[in-house]
């Protein structure tokens, strides 16, 4: 199982991006893929989430209404479009999958998920 994610860069404040995890050795169906991302001294924090077979999404509040997960199952990839960008969505972010049936919070628990891609920064600044 291995995850790539792709699609960082340097923006201004209100830009977009859009994010990429390819996803290889299994099958969207059978994972649920998470967003997350890690600021500098920060924790890691669950941003949105796509589930695994009905593909019902999920997003933290922080981002919610300017961010949004999709996926292409017959490109095994899941994207993160992220709009209105703000310095405070600055981080390196990752996608993860896990093969649990998650509700909740947990959704949004790096805890829940097996695996991990390496991580793309995103930089927002003027």
């Known amino acids: 199982v291995q995850l790539q994610a792709s699609g960082g860069g340097l923006v201004q404040p209100g830009a977009s991006l859009r994010l990429s995890c390819v996803a290889s050795?299994?099958?969207?169906?059978?994972?649920?893929i998470g967003w997350f991302r890690q600021a500098p001294g920060k924790e890691r924090e669950g941003v949105s989430s796509?589930?695994?077979?009905?593909?019902?999404?999920y997003y933290a509040d922080s981002v919610k209404g300017r961010f949004t997960i999709s996926k292409d199952n017959a490109k095994n990839t899941v994207f993160l479009q992220m709009n209105s960008l703000k310095p405070e969505d600055m981080a390196v972010y990752y996608c993860a999958a896990t093969s649990r049936g998650l509700v909740g919070a947990l959704r949004f628990s790096p805890l829940e998920y097996s695996y991990w891609g390496q991580g793309t920064l995103v930089t927002v600044s003027s």
């Open positions: 050795g299994f099958t969207l169906d059978d994972y649920g």
């Open positions: 796509i589930s695994r077979n009905n593909g019902k999404t």
